[in-house]
């Protein structure tokens, strides 16, 4: 109910897409920019620990991979890299290291789930 209102709050107060508002209603109390046109935004920092990756997870085959919105994709590894927990199909922001080319995810959360 929380999210909800937050995405409502923000939505009146002139960000300009509900499915942004909802996105920024999952980032309260992080610190976020969001662009003059209102319809994007940038995380800047998750819980003291820096800017996040963000991108959609696919399936590649075996792997999971983060396709960010530039097109690149960057293969997730670790403990929370598995379809349960980080999905495909769900918009996520990831924090971890890149080791051996593929992101190994320490904390994720989710912005959106699958259209």
Same mark, same amino acid.
């Given at each position: 109910?929380?999210?909800?209102?937050?995405?409502? @709050?923000?939505?009146?107060?002139?960000?300009?897409?509900?499915?942004?508002?909802?996105?920024?209603? =999952?980032?309260?109390?992080?610190?976020?920019?969001?662009?003059?046109?209102?319809?994007?935004?940038?995380?800047?920092? @998750?819980?003291?620990?820096?800017?996040?990756?963000?991108?959609?997870?696919?399936?590649?085959?075996?792997?999971?991979?983060?396709?960010? *919105?530039? $097109?690149?994709?960057?293969?997730? *590894?670790? %403990?929370? *890299?598995?379809? +349960?927990?980080?999905?495909? $199909?769900?918009? @996520?922001?990831?924090?971890?290291?890149?080791? =051996?080319?593929?992101?190994?995810?320490? +904390?994720?959360?989710?912005?959106? %789930?699958? =259209?």
């Amino acid at each position: 109910m929380r999210s909800v209102l937050i995405a409502a @709050v923000l939505f009146a107060a002139g960000v300009a897409h509900a499915d942004v508002a909802s996105e920024l209603s =999952r980032l309260a109390g992080h610190r976020v920019e969001v662009a003059p046109d209102r319809a994007s935004y940038r995380i800047l920092d @998750v819980a003291g620990e820096g800017a996040p990756e963000v991108g959609v997870v696919e399936r590649r085959g075996a792997a999971l991979v983060l396709r960010r *919105a530039d $097109g690149s994709a960057l293969p997730l *590894a670790g %403990p929370l *890299a598995v379809p +349960r927990i980080a999905g495909p $199909g769900y918009k @996520v922001w990831v924090l971890g290291r890149v080791e =051996r080319g593929a992101l190994v995810a320490r +904390r994720l959360g989710v912005l959106a %789930p699958p =259209r």
